[in-house]
């Protein structure tokens, strides 16, 4: 909700997102192949967060997770630190970390995810909505924060379970974070590298490129 919501409402849209069943909601007709969790807060993974994720995985969901926005370990962070998720850190421009991004063992792989501080068009140009009480005009803003980093992961798993509908969650993310590229810049404790969308999709289709300019 907009003004947040209770862990079981997110651990019920997580498991109804994947295909599984919530008391008193119909079922979902086009289950999720990735599930984007641009969420988060302090503390454990709470069991019933670790359940619904356990639910999607095994229905075949990948799970993306934002790492957090408080340049602290993620491993105090959840759902960043639940088990069998993508956790997600954030670059600035220049490719390091950005100065507001979570860190630490938790975090599987890294992605864009602006730093608005000297111009806002350092951010991360995102889809948005006119209104402030009810539904205004569709429109854009630049922000940050590792919640706009882990659609970028999202968007790749996606391209990834399209290509070849039989990965695995555990196959997608091995795969993201295999072809990661290098950190041009400072990045410790961010994961296996910068997501490199054009390496990873190479795997499947056996084409070249990888390793460029990461676009």
């Not at 670059?91 to 864009?112: C, E, K, L, Q």
């Not at 961010?190 to 056996?206: F, M, N, R, S």
Request: net charge negative.
């Amino acid at each position: 909700g907009r003004c947040g919501g209770y862990t079981s409402d997110i651990a019920d849209s997580i498991i109804w997102a994947s295909g599984g069943s919530v008391a008193g909601t119909p079922a979902n007709a086009n289950p999720a192949d990735v599930i984007n969790m641009s969420l988060g807060g302090g503390g454990a993974c709470s069991t019933t967060t670790q359940s619904a994720i356990n639910v999607a995985r095994a229905n075949g969901a990948t799970v993306v997770v934002a790492a957090g926005n408080s340049n602290q370990n993620a491993a105090n962070f959840n759902p960043a630190n639940c088990a069998g998720v993508i956790t997600v850190a954030s670059t600035n421009r220049n490719g390091g970390r950005a100065y507001y991004s979570n860190f630490g063992a938790a975090v599987d792989v890294a992605a864009p995810g602006g730093d608005v501080r000297a111009s806002a068009s350092n951010g991360v140009l995102s889809t948005l909505n006119s209104g402030s009480t009810t539904p205004g005009s569709n429109n854009y803003a630049f922000y940050q924060g590792t919640s706009m980093a882990a659609p970028h992961v999202a968007g790749l798993a996606a391209l990834l379970k399209a290509l070849d509908p039989s990965l695995t969650p555990d196959q997608i993310e091995s795969t993201i974070t295999s072809t990661a590229r290098a950190f041009p810049a400072t990045c410790s404790q961010c994961g296996a590298g910068i997501a490199d969308a054009a390496a990873a999709v190479a795997t499947l289709t056996g084409g070249g490129g990888g390793g460029g300019s990461g676009d």
